[in-house]
């Protein structure tokens, strides 16, 4: 422990022997010691040298200690100084005496040296504490005391100003959104729409191939699987080959061929399917074809696109992987605009999966990762699907930005704040719906959102040209 140079401690006791053990143990400890022998020296030695803290026994001959601690509370001098009485008295009524009187703690005879070291390291280290406080205190209050003084002045110079500042920073905003949103629909309209024309052709130019590998692998195994029965049947009606037939075997290990290439074929199978299954998915989801509202079942978008990321969720970082939840409810096909939906549910879905990824990099989870979509109709006039993370969720303060073009709380370089503004976009404006978000910081984020089941409006069926796949840029 670092004391400061000034930290005395005044010891007062009439029994010698209690003075030189505590004034030892307590000088080993760095303290400045004081001693007193009864209280009247006690009360002399305070009006010119004014300890950090007083161990005050209450047995003493002339003014006992509980007389002692109500003279030093009556002095405004040394009202302050914390007293720790020295007893060997068990009695709780005289304990109540003492800490009424204005004491801060008990230490009762014998000593424990270590225990009074503890005890009075404590009250020291409170009692510097309560100084500081009151110093900074005070210097707070001149400190508040000048700058209201200042910003009183101030506003008696700005009062004429503050109005026309008003008026112009209104028209500014008013102006700023506009461009915002122009832009916004530009990125939307141009960028994306081109990034979904190349997903769709790639996904066309792919599906044609991979259906032929896939039809062939399927005839390649019953081929090969003949072959192999073939070559078994060799082995039972022909156990004794030739040398070179014998040598041969061994080189190209004949047994575990016979065993590993079905799996293989399997293997090769699987991975066709899978590329298949992607390609449908992109197909799908870029709906690119689509140039009006249509009736569309929402499961269908938010699995194409939950495949699409399934590369992200199922890697293994720190030996970590991100589970999707889906709690489907019975939902009724949908009029909407499916690519647009569609981006909107990879711009939340991926904004989910980056929150979860960074905890994971940084080995900074403690639970399953998990991402829980959560569908439903209400009032049989909507669906609401909400997109449910268990991250470290976002902060009040971001929240009120969330939607706002340009906005993004990604590093530099990790994100360009549209792909919430888009999402936006996509679900109020062209489609009368909602979105919102439900968030407390440790505790997670929900993304609700809610469209009509039916749109109204015939205006509205022109709002689905351009629909593309994006990337999240929130």
Known sequence: MHLHDTTVVLIVDDIPANLEVLSDAL????????VATNGESALKQVEYNIPTL????????GIDGFETCRRLKANANTKDIPIIFMTALSDSVDKVR????????????????????????????????????????????????????????????????????????????HTLQILQKAQVQLVQAEKLATLGQLVAGIA?????????????????NHYIHDLLKLIQLYLVQYPHPTKDIEKSIKEIDLYFLIEDLPKLLSSMEMGAQRISNIVKSFRNFSRHDESELKIVDIHEGIDSTLNIL??????????????????????????????KMNQVFMNILSNAIDALEELIINDKYFIFPTILIH????????????????????SEEAQKRLFDPFFTTKPAGKGTGL???????????????????????????????????????????????????????Y
Not at 54 to 60: K, W
Not at 453 to 465: E, F, G, P, T, Y
């Open 204 to 220: 066309h130019e792919i599906n044609n191939p991979i259906n032929f590998i896939y039809a062939n692998i399927h005839h390649a």
């Open 375 to 394: 569908t439903e109709v209400l009032e049989a006039e909507y669906v609401v699907i909400r997109i449910i993370d268990n991250g470290l969720g976002i």
């Open 419 to 473: 792909g919430l503004s888009i999402s936006y976009q996509i679900v109020e404006e062209q489609h009368g719906g909602s979105l919102t978000c439900i968030s407390n910081p440790g505790q997670g984020a929900e993304f609700v959102i809610k469209i009509p089941i039916r749109h109204l409006a015939q205006s509205q069926k022109v709002l689905c040209s351009n629909s593309s796949i994006g990337n999240p840029f």
């Open 54 to 61: 007083i161990l005050l026994d209450v047995m003493m001959p």
């Open 98 to 173: 003492g800490l009424s009187l204005g004491a801060v703690d008990y230490i009762t005879k014998p000593f424990q040296q270590a225990e009074v070291l503890a005890r009075v390291q404590v009250h020291v280290q409170l009692r510097n504490a309560t100084i500081a406080m009151e110093q900074q205190n005070i210097h707070l209050k001149q400190e508040n005391e000048q700058r209201i003084a200042a910003e009183t002045a101030l506003q008696h110079l700005t009062q004429d100003l503050e109005q026309r500042v008003v008026e112009r920073t209104e028209e500014l905003a």
């Open 27 to 34: 000088t080993d400890a760095g303290f400045e010691v004081a």
């Open 310 to 339: 399934e590369y992200r969720l199922k890697e293994k970082v720190n030996n970590q992987s991100i589970n999707i939840v889906k709690k489907y409810g019975s939902l009724p096909q949908v009029e909407c605009c499916a690519g």
